[in-house]
């Protein structure tokens, strides 16, 4: 698949196209953004930053400042952002950049109003509870917003929800690994709900154009299904558990089997291809290292070294073969 850059690279080349104008070639074939695309890009990040600091500098505040503050004083500041946000958002409405940001903002405050409920009234919820209520109190916010950051805000949450109820309910007695990173089952939890979340996505892109056409949060969401995945399967193959744990390897293979479907069959996404390659590449040098064993020493590491680059070079004729004519999903 030859994408701009390439074909204009060649007419420079053959001399169909003069040198001094292949930069402005590249940005007529928007290849590289124009100045206006840099500017609105910076605005767009600084707003967005700077409501994120600000949400952040109110918990920070509150936590350094724990005992000069009174409990009203602590109560009103965080609400006082938060009414603040909601005032931006009313200001500047939900289809301007500020008022996206500020309901943002808005999300991230109301984790921290909620935790300070829970530590100045000492409610015994578990760090599990904290996460999935904060979750729940967001969808609505989330519904009205139509903003992806919001929706894997609350995917984000309810992963670590997932996982926190494990680590303080179900992990206690088992291995030191399962206490510091987490338990296999959570994992498959936490993967089921990435899984649940992108299928969903995938569904609504395809059935209606809207806001949820993006790609970036799809991507998010398949590179978090592919990493938990990879590593269960190279925990299988390398024999990190105690127990064998297979199922992990075959996750992988039905992950892979569907990726495959979802965009080489389907349709076209080279950013999802290249990730598969990419958690192809790991599980491959994972079985191809145990295969060849530690035995052989420096034989070994070099055999495995030409095994990644024949898989990387492998991998990048198979992605630059995709043909030409197939369609694109939107950035």
Known sequence: ????????????????????KFGTALRIAAVTPAPAQWRTFAERMLVWMGM?????????????NWHALGRYGKF???EAA???????????????VA????????????????????????????TFELFAAWAVCIVPWAVVGRQPALWMLVVALADLAVVMYFRLNVARGLDTLDMIFASRLSVWCVTAVNAGALTAWEVASAWRNGWWSVRWAPRLLASAVGAALVSLAVQYVVGWWDKPGVEGF?????????????????????FMLAG????????GVAVFAKWVGPANG??????????????????ARWLRALPDNAREVPT
């Open 1 to 20: 698949m030859i994408d701009a850059r390439e074909q204009l690279t060649a007419w420079m080349h053959d001399g169909v196209l003069p040198r001094e």
């Open 52 to 64: 994120i600091l600000v949400a952040a500098a109110a918990a920070c505040f509150i936590a350094a």
């Open 76 to 78: 009103a500041l965080v």
């Open 82 to 96: 938060l009414a603040a946000a909601i005032g931006v958002v009313c200001w500047r409405g939900l289809d301007d």
């Open 99 to 126: 008022g996206r940001a500020a309901l943002f903002a808005g999300a991230m405050v109301t984790g921290v109003l909620l935790a300070l409920v829970g530590q100045v009234y000492q409610t015994g919820a578990d």
């Open 250 to 270: 075959a996750g992988y293979v039905a992950f892979a089997a569907a990726m495959l479907w979802a965009y080489r069959v389907r349709t076209i996404d080279v």
């Open 276 to 283: 598969l390659v990419l958690s192809a590449i790991v599980v």
């Open 298 to 315: 420096m034989l070994a590491y070099l055999a495995i070294g030409v095994f990644i680059i024949a898989c990387a070079s492998a991998g």
